[in-house]
C-alpha cells in the first residue's frame, strides 16, 4: 500500500460525458502528478500541482482539468470524454523537497481509477 | 529530460539473477537515475535510485559506471512474483517522471 488513494475504483461512461477522479496523496506529501496509461500510450504525465498550484503540464487535453485543493487532495477533470479516453489513470504523490540534497523525490502511485468510454 | 533505452523484454527462471541494463547518454549532471516495477493493473512502484557507483537495497541493486550513460538493476534470485515491467528513468529534482516501454520480465518456473 502506497498511501495514495483513488477513487473511484471504476468508471463506466458514455461518450460526450464527463467525470471527476479524485486522489489522496500520502500523508505530508505537497506534490500531486497525474498519469494516463493507455494500451497504445504507455505511461503518459498529464499534470502536476504542489500546494495547491499548478506546477508542470505534459500531455493533458483541453478537456482536461485538475486542481488540488487546501487539503492536498487533488481532482482530475475529464469532459466531453471520447472513446479514446479510456485509460487507467494514475495518480502519485511526493514530498518534494524544496531544500536539502539535489536529488529525485521518489514518487508514490496509488492503485489507479480504470476509465471505460463506451 | 534524458531519454532511456532498455530492452523490451527479458524472459528467467526462477532463481537466478537478472540483469536489466538501460542507456542514458544525455544524463544531465544533477540526474538521478530511478527504477519503478508495475504489475498489470497496478500503478508503478519504485524500487531503487543511485546518483553513481552502486546502490543496494533488500530488493535490488544499482550499477552506475563512471560515465553514468548506463546503469543495470540486478534483481538476485528471481521468482514468478518478479514478472512485471521494469521502467528505467533519469531526472532532476521533482519533474514529472518520462516512462518510455520499460522491459517485460517474464519469469519462468
Not at chain 1, 30 to 47: K, M, N
Not at chain 1, 90 to 98: E, K
Not at chain 2, 72 to 77: F, I, Q, V, Y
Request: with cysteine.
Amino acid at each position: 500500500d502506497s498511501g495514495v488513494t483513488q477513487t473511484p475504483k471504476h468508471l463506466i461512461t458514455a461518450t460526450g460525458q464527463r467525470v471527476t477522479l479524485r486522489c489522496s496523496p500520502r500523508s505530508g506529501d505537497l506534490s500531486v502528478y497525474w498519469y494516463q496509461q493507455s494500451l497504445d500510450q504507455g505511461l503518459q504525465f498529464l499534470i502536476q500541482y504542489y500546494n495547491g498550484e499548478e506546477r508542470a503540464k505534459g500531455n493533458i487535453l483541453e478537456r482536461f482539468s485538475a486542481q488540488q485543493f487546501p487539503d492536498l487532495h487533488s481532482e482530475l477533470n475529464l469532459s466531453s470524454l471520447e472513446l479514446g479516453d479510456s485509460a487507467l489513470y494514475f495518480c502519485a504523490s511526493s514530498v518534494d523537497w524544496t531544500s536539502g540534497p539535489r536529488r529525485t523525490d521518489t514518487q508514490y502511485f496509488g492503485p489507479g481509477t480504470r476509465l471505460t468510454v463506451l | 529530460l534524458a531519454k532511456t533505452t532498455q530492452p523490451i523484454s527479458m524472459d528467467s527462471y526462477e532463481g537466478q539473477e537478472v540483469n536489466i541494463t538501460c542507456s542514458h547518454n544525455n544524463i544531465a549532471t544533477n540526474d538521478y537515475i530511478t527504477w519503478y516495477q508495475q504489475f498489470p493493473s497496478q500503478g508503478p512502484r519504485f524500487i531503487i535510485q543511485g546518483y553513481k557507483t552502486k546502490v543496494t537495497n533488500e530488493v535490488a541493486s544499482l550499477f552506475i559506471p563512471a560515465d553514468r550513460k548506463s546503469s543495470t538493476l540486478s534483481l538476485p534470485r528471481v521468482s514468478l512474483s518478479d514478472t512485471a515491467v521494469y521502467y528505467c528513468l533519469v531526472a532532476t529534482g521533482n519533474t514529472p517522471l518520462v516512462f518510455g516501454k520499460g522491459t517485460r520480465l517474464s519469469v519462468i518456473a
